[in-house]
């Protein structure tokens, strides 16, 4: 997928995301005019087209569309080579203005984790695909950097 394809997902998301995404109308649990269900469907797209700009060799996304009470949350689990990795999860938090929470991961099942790190929903609405991909990128160990620390 296209930078400029990306950052348009990259404002969509963040603007969903200044919504109240976590209420139902009738039936059905996506807000009006299936604001959550819209937000689950780009929020997976976009991880997914994001897994391949990052380089992965192994990913694995998927979305939990949780309840009434909740946005829903979309995860990506990606892993560069062994031991290294990120596990990036997109949702209406309720910590201040965050929205996405990330950390370095071992495995994409179990495995050893890092400290939690957040990006705040302007990231999104800014819509600068490159700096989000360079943040994440920089936790990526080179073969030259794990051969020297052997």
């Not at 995404?21 to 959550?36: Q, T, V």
């Not at 780009?42 to 998927?62: H, I, N, P, Q, W």
């Amino acid at each position: 997928m296209s930078f400029k394809t990306q950052t348009a997902h990259m404002k969509r998301l963040g603007n969903l995301l200044s919504q109240d995404l976590s209420y139902i109308y009738g039936e059905r649990e996506s807000g009006p005019n299936g604001a959550k269900k819209d937000f689950l469907h780009k929020g997976a797209v976009f991880f997914r087209a994001l897994a391949k700009d990052l380089g992965f060799t192994e990913s694995k996304v998927y979305s939990e569309k949780a309840g009434i009470a909740c946005s829903g949350e979309i995860y990506l689990y990606g892993i560069w080579g062994e031991g290294n990795g990120l596990f990036i999860e997109l949702s209406q938090m309720h910590i201040k203005d965050y929205c996405v929470m990330y950390r370095t991961v071992t495995a994409i099942k179990g495995g050893k984790h890092g400290n939690n790190q957040f990006l705040s929903k302007s990231v999104l609405q800014k819509g600068d695909y490159a700096s989000l991909l360079y943040t994440f990128l920089s936790y990526r160990k080179t073969l030259i950097a794990v051969q020297n620390a052997a």
